[in-house]
Nanobody
Framework: QVQLVESGGGLVQPGGSLRLSCAAS????????MGWYRQAPGKQREWVAS???????NSADSVKGRFTISRDNAKNTVYLQMNSLQPEDTADYFC??????????????WGQGTQIIVSS
């Protein structure tokens, strides 16, 4: 059983920066993928970035060079550093955990979301 809690959202001016945090509590897993997704009003949820248990990272073309995903294992926390924010980045941002191992605990978890508004 896992709970994911996002934080760090808010209002920021274009060109500004924010760092989102996703704190995981509960069980620990040996194999997993954690990622960030976002959903703008009236649009489908889209993948932003992901990181594996062995620290392989990927990000969407729309955020490459601006967003960076990272993890602090000691704090059981995943971060999304967002730089050069633009109004198009305005959305609700969600943390996702895909448990792979141990396989009997294979499951997907979602955080509750945190809102990012980029506006002057």
């Amino acid at each position: 059983q896992v709970q994911l809690v996002e934080s760090g959202g808010g209002l920021v001016q274009p060109g500004g920066s924010l760092r989102l945090s996703c704190a995981a509590s509960g069980s620990s897993f040996s194999g997993y993928v954690m990622g960030w997704y976002r959903q703008a009003p009236g649009k489908q949820r889209e993948w932003v970035a992901s990181i594996t248990n062995d620290s392989i990272t990927n990000s969407a073309d729309s955020v490459k060079g601006r967003f960076t995903i990272s993890r602090d294992n000691a704090k059981n926390t995943v971060y999304l550093q967002m730089n050069s924010l633009q109004p198009e980045d305005t959305a609700d941002y969600f943390c996702k955990l895909d448990v792979i191992r141990p396989s009997p605990q294979r499951r997907t978890y979602w955080g509750q979301g945190t809102q990012i508004i980029v506006s002057s």
